[in-house]
């Protein structure tokens, strides 16, 4: 089964209050976090999986083509290292994302298409969503009919909704929609507003549904790059 949508299973999630959507205006702190494989700082992971690193959710999922290296820190960064991959995704954030406000630093190299930036998902409607700051040589996410544009943290994103059809989600293979904002120009560091995006979405009909995880997002597929990110709650990034 292709695990990069359905590494974290819904029926783990007792709380979906808040998440990667709109019905999040109780952020969860990073050590509420739902318990997962804690691990010992500095570690490197390359298998698929989720878990806790630091209090911080993590998450990390390779089609197994090529190398894909993630190294947690046992705070709030990760870095990753890939080389010929197929297709990957990784980040660290929150178990149950929100519409608050993200700090990130960091860097991304990338010959290949990608993002960096920040990643999530809702349920009831299931939807994938993007808020991209950065993307790789070969394209970024963007796809599907742009519908408009957002103002946000001082630059101006342009937004697309897509639909998937029987691809892998976190409710194992389905249809649903992505949503995707993607900064007009890009940076590896800054603050996001995350909630003008849901904002904007919901003012195109676009409608998010009860949270799931949020992270902030390395992906990367043809190609081969290494990024590094630290992410917190709050501005000032």
Not at 80 to 93: E, I, L, P, Y
Not at 163 to 175: E, L, M, N
Request: glycine share 16%.
């Amino acid at each position: 089964m292709n695990l990069k949508r359905s590494i974290v299973p819904l029926t783990a999630i007792a709380f979906l209050s808040v998440g990667c959507g709109s019905d999040t205006t109780g952020a969860t702190a990073p050590n509420d976090a739902a318990k997962a494989t804690a691990i010992t700082s500095s570690q490197t992971i390359t298998s698929n999986q989720t878990g806790t690193d630091g209090g911080y959710f993590y998450s990390f999922w390779t089609n197994g083509n090529g190398s894909v290296r993630m190294t947690l820190d046992g705070s709030n960064g990760y870095s990753v290292q890939w080389s010929n991959a197929g297709d990957f995704t990784c980040g660290k954030g929150w178990r149950v994302g929100s519409g608050h406000t993200i700090s990130y630093s960091g860097s991304y190299s990338n010959s290949g298409g990608g993002a960096f930036g920040v990643y999530g998902w809702t349920t009831n409607p299931l939807v994938e969503y993007y808020i991209v700051e950065g993307w790789g040589r070969g394209g970024s996410p963007a796809q599907g009919a742009h519908v408009g544009t957002v103002t946000s943290d001082g630059a101006t994103y342009d937004i697309y909704k897509h639909q998937q059809v029987d691809q892998p989600s976190i409710q194992g293979t389905a249809t649903f929609w992505q949503y995707i904002s993607v900064r007009q120009s890009q940076r590896t560091s800054g603050t996001i507003t995350v909630q003008n995006h849901f904002n904007a979405w919901a003012n195109l009909g676009m409608n998010l549904g009860s949270q799931n995880y949020q992270i902030l997002l390395t992906e990367g597929w043809n190609g081969s790059g290494s990024a590094s990110a630290k992410v917190s709650e709050g501005g000032g990034g």
